[in-house]
């Protein structure tokens, strides 16, 4: 196996501006934190950003002027409200929108990851997501007779990024036992490239007392980056729970782009390394949450 | 499953957040299976609820995620992992949760909120304005909604904002099928399903079953029809005869919710004043 | 939740003469024979098969007159050799082979389990497969200009049968870490019914401590039924390994019509309970691996 | 990694089944993804080899299942447990390694035995005779072959028994998509890879680049051409030039073979005498 190990710099040295990103998120969870602030300092520009639920870090570059075009199912925070700064670049035109359904997206990188050109769903029949967007979404018959299928056609990722729970330096990717979004299944398995930041870099020996928690083979990811709270302000369970009052914060800043932009220079900008954005935030060490016995094998 | 509610007496204190859960669990039956999306506070607790007294095999995928976990309360999150906690299984989304859903024979109900929805049940959560690329308000988006009006589920709106802003007669933008334009649209799409029920703040909604259009089934007490008419952007069909009123919580019912399912309250988030 | 515990008996009532039967099983590892063998004893009869890569089992529902079809990708005791009961009936026209690639198999029970009319691949064009199968195979244009697929009809078995590691008695059903083959998770998924025999029932306690490990929900499977050693001549990892020598008998016995007879009066109609059948094989506690520290959480 | 293989003198000690091993390993580079499939005891002595010497980053899916796994030799069966011993991985297999598979980037090499082989490098595992329903011999039937041969793998086929029964003019029924007529049969139904090399108990042969007809590349130390010829259904393009003879197992090999790798002679399944 080969070694992938590389800093935060590098690793993002790797996406091209204009390029399409998926990202892994779900509202308040999980998101490679770390990388998404490493766009932001690297000033990419022209990226389209795949997500399923977008929380925080489609805000984040959307104010940071990242990304001019989101494929994706929805963005919130949930208890946090919606992303404003996502939403006024949408209603200034800046932030073209490709909204799919989640078996839409599902499909799309199914088929991604695949080679097949298109794969088929019935969900999202009769909305009107189809009739806006004909190149990607058709009707389709089926060939034994039966009722048609919307074809949703492949979606290829430039660039994956994900973050994990351990990872050992040949880009073998663990996640302790949790939900399984397909933001850690078929995102990656779909892009041509996989970014990967880990709570901890670990011997392989460590992955083989659980092989069955490994979700990615080293063999299709790019780079692998060791970033303690690497999902920060997100939640990353059993590690840590997402952190509110940072949530709140930067709910406040997003209502206007001078107070957005401030937030982002503090704790984007400034920082010129995880440990100094940790210390910026504060005192993070009160997010972990206890493991409990159902968490552990 | 505490035993005395059904002899409970009807409850005298109790918010319109509580008579929308007790509503929404009265429709659960048991061995159902059913699931919550994100901010979905009022269908938790109505979980909850039903698998407290009727409905005790009812089946909750939380989250569409965590089968039939033991949450201590409604957290603040319906999305996070305290409300999973305890899970008997771990679902799978790409692969499991979808073979589950798109399989017409599991997940029979799915409960909502939209931020508008029209006479036939279409719903909308994408964008508010006639300029899809310029809207102006863009939602957050349709999420999993657009699938499940499709693939035959029974859907169960719940509003905390009866208005004609969000009860319209035309939505903007269709982000799940309703009946489309009534009548036998859905089947001509070959989609079976569809939406079953509105619950708001004032009143109890269903749908005709030939034309398809929004029914008034009841007030809620102390609301007069001509409010719920007021409140809504277009007009009403009427049930036959009288208009009944929204059958009230129990004095057990209230206190399961206040005290056991909810002591924090996350179900008045989205209610005015909530 | 609903319970499911049934005893074998029961459970096997359960499937009609004629119905399609989908069984777990991958050459020597893993098949539910006790539930096979209950399929013997009640002289079920034309029932279509579908196997991943059938072993022993398909021998001997070959020899017992049970199967008269067969839907799968191969069928092999691997070093144990062909088996013959099933390839002496094929030859003889007694049973119909419809054979699949492996990616072929699984879009056809995806497309069962997903509701859809069909699901494509890009597996098996060009091969013989697809012109003896037009009724279940159709080349099909991609509708956004890319190569043709090869459409796969969907396939719904009536019944699923599945030997796991434990089992609550509502029928949620785990295994231990171990390779998931299709037929512990798209066969079931897409059947109407699921029979579960499991090494142990347990209280749904000691599910709740690993919900990553449970592969099935409760409330898609019909009958549950505690059977140690189910799936015995079949390895079942970590619990036991293989029966060599009864696979070798059995492989002898399998030349000869009347000598298949004599081993299957004797293991499979004269044992009255999976007690019994254990008593007349032997001792199969030798077969018992050691768990090994990578298989423990 | 066994530093001294490269230096080792060539052995003239060895069997066929050796020869063969060491002739398919050299075909493995460094990073390359390879998986075994049932009764592949040839292919898997082949990666272990590779991964001891020249290849120490050759990922090997064992069994399409287990992701670099240390067996401590190779076991009785290529489709059980002890294979895939101490892996990094496993590889769920509906989802994710058919995501892996089809997806040409990954998995370049698939090795694999055939009952019957034709001149353009069709495979048959299914039936031997011309009436499908009531063949003279069925076969085990195609697994993942018909797939590996329709999706850019490099396909490797090994076998023990060179004879005109197995190397046959047309084979009786296509498990795999070879070259299927010749030419640009495959690109003309958009296929990428396809059929690289046979390695059998007499001689390694590849494809012509235009014809794709089967042309003898080496014969094993002891063989003749015209032996090769006479146990060939069909005629063998020859090379230009002389026909080398196919580089013998060093002694280090050999003894990495017979002490570490398959102390239990599995390799020897399937020869004859073996």
Redesign the interface.
């Known amino acids: 196996m080969q070694e992938k190990i590389a800093t935060l710099s590098e690793a993002i040295e790797l996406v091209g501006d204009g390029q399409v990103v998926a990202l892994q998120n779900?509202?308040?969870?999980a998101a490679p934190m770390a990388l998404v602030r490493e766009l932001i300092r690297q000033q990419k520009r022209d990226l389209a950003l795949i997500v399923l639920?977008g929380g925080m870090a489609v805000d984040w570059l959307a104010a940071a002027g990242v990304i001019d075009r989101l494929i994706?199912?929805?963005?919130?925070m949930?208890?946090f409200g919606?992303c404003r700064q996502?939403?006024y670049a949408?209603?200034?035109?800046r932030i073209?929108?490709e909204?799919l359904?989640?078996?839409?997206l599902?499909a799309r990188l199914?088929a991604g990851a695949r080679n097949l050109p298109f794969l088929p769903?019935?969900?999202?029949?009769?909305?009107?997501?189809i009739a806006?967007n004909p190149d990607n979404l058709k009707m389709l018959d089926d060939p034994f007779g039966g009722?048609?299928v919307l074809a949703c056609r492949a979606l290829v990722p430039d660039v994956a990024l994900v973050h994990a729970h351990r990872a050992d330096r040949y880009g073998n990717v663990q996640y302790e036992?949790?939900?399984?979004?397909?933001d850690i299944?078929?995102m990656p398995m779909a892009a041509k490239r996989v970014i990967v930041t880990a709570e901890e870099i670990v011997d392989t020996e460590i992955l083989r007392r659980n092989p069955d928690r490994t979700r990615l083979p080293g063999f299709i990811v790019d780079a692998v980056v060791e970033v303690p709270y690497g999902a920060h302000p997100t939640?990353f369970?059993?590690n840590y729970?997402?952190d509110?009052g940072f949530h709140r914060e930067w709910a406040e800043a997003a209502r206007d782009r001078a107070t957005a932009t401030a937030f982002i220079d503090r704790y984007v900008r400034t920082p010129s390394s995880q440990q100094e954005y940790v210390d910026a935030v504060g005192d993070v060490s009160e997010l972990s949450?206890i493991q409990t016995a159902?968490h552990s094998g | 499953m505490t035993t005395d509610w059904q002899s409970s007496p009807v409850a005298t204190d109790y918010a319109v957040d509580e008579l929308m859960i007790t509503t929404l669990a009265g429709l659960f039956k048991n061995?159902d299976?059913a699931c919550n999306g994100?901010?979905s506070f009022i269908p938790v607790s109505a979980f909850m609820l039903a698998r407290l007294t009727h409905a005790p095999?009812l089946?909750w995928l939380a989250?569409a995620?965590?089968?039939?976990p033991r949450p201590d309360r409604v957290p603040?999150?319906?999305?996070?992992?305290p409300l999973?906690?305890?899970?008997?299984?771990?679902?799978?989304?790409?692969?499991?949760f979808?073979?589950?859903?798109?399989?017409?024979r599991?997940i029979q109900k799915f409960c909502v909120g939209a931020a508008q929805l029209d006479r036939y049940g279409n719903a909308n959560?994408?964008v508010i304005g006639d300029d899809?690329?310029?809207?102006?308000?863009?939602?957050?988006?349709?999420?999993?909604?657009?699938?499940?009006?499709?693939?035959?589920k029974q859907l169960y709106f719940w509003n905390p904002n009866h208005s004609p802003r969000s009860l319209v007669e035309k939505v903007d933008?269709?982000?799940?099928?309703g009946y489309?334009d009534g009548g036998d649209a859905?089947e001509r799409?070959?989609?079976e399903g569809g939406p079953e029920v509105v619950i708001t703040n004032l009143a109890v909604m269903d749908f005709h079953p030939v034309s398809k259009q929004m029914r008034l089934q009841s007030v809620h007490p102390g609301v007069t029809v001509a409010t719920v008419q007021k409140a809504t952007g277009f007009e009403l069909l009427m049930p036959e005869g009288s208009v009944p009123e929204t059958a009230p919580p129990t004095e057990a019912q209230v206190r399961l919710i206040r005290e056991v399912i909810d002591p924090d309250n996350m179900r008045k988030?989205g209610f005015r004043g909530g």
């Open positions: 779900m509202a308040t969870q639920v994706g199912a929805a963005v919130s949930e208890q919606l996502y939403r949408v209603e200034a035109g073209k929108v909204e359904s989640e078996s839409v599902n199914g769903t019935r969900g999202a029949i009769g909305t009107d997501l806006r009722h048609p036992p949790t939900i399984l979004w397909p299944g078929i939640s369970f059993p729970t997402y509110s949450t159902e | 061995g299976q994100m901010a095999d089946v989250s995620a965590g089968l039939d603040a999150s319906t999305l996070e992992a999973w906690r305890d899970s008997v299984m771990y679902i799978e989304q790409y692969g499991d979808w073979n589950l859903a798109l399989n017409g599991w959560n994408s899809y690329d310029r809207p102006q308000v863009r939602l957050p988006g349709t999420a999993g909604l657009a699938d499940m009006g499709s693939i035959g933008f269709i982000s799940a099928a489309l859905r799409l070959g989609l988030r």
